[in-house]
Nanobody, 127 residues
């Protein structure tokens, strides 16, 4: 079973930066999609940024983070989210999700399509 472990969350002031990491283990599929999602108290989980590892491979960002957040992945499949110019609106629990079905990955911004999840890492941005 695929396992995801997030790290890197913390508390920063507005304008600051954080880098989240999502370590992957027991992944044998070469085609999958991964992404970062976040959930603030009282709100639904939303996509932040996703990446696919099939066909041409694409990265998609939520409009709210474009130009501020950057997604990357290393050879060990660890997924990173570099978050710059953070604002209090970015405060949330951040989760890493992974799905191995290409059909489900076609709607990769929909968090409910992801089978595997990490435990989450809290990001708190103060004004």
């Amino acid at each position: 079973q695929v396992q995801l472990v997030e790290s890197g969350g913390g508390s920063v002031e507005a304008g600051g930066s954080l880098r989240l990491s999502c370590a992957v283990s027991r992944l044998t599929d070469s085609t999958y999609c991964m992404g970062w999602f976040r959930q603030a108290p009282g709100k639904e989980r939303e996509a932040v940024a996703t990446i696919t590892r099939y066909l041409a491979g694409t990265t998609v960002y939520a409009d709210s983070v474009k130009g501020r957040f950057s997604l990357s992945q290393d050879n060990a499949k660890t997924l990173y989210l570099q978050m710059n110019t953070l604002s209090p609106e970015d405060t949330a629990m951040y989760y890493c999700g992974l799905e191995t079905s290409a059909n489900l990955c076609n709607n990769r911004l929909n968090w409910s399509r992801y089978q595997y999840w990490g435990q989450g890492t809290q990001v708190t941005v103060s004004a």
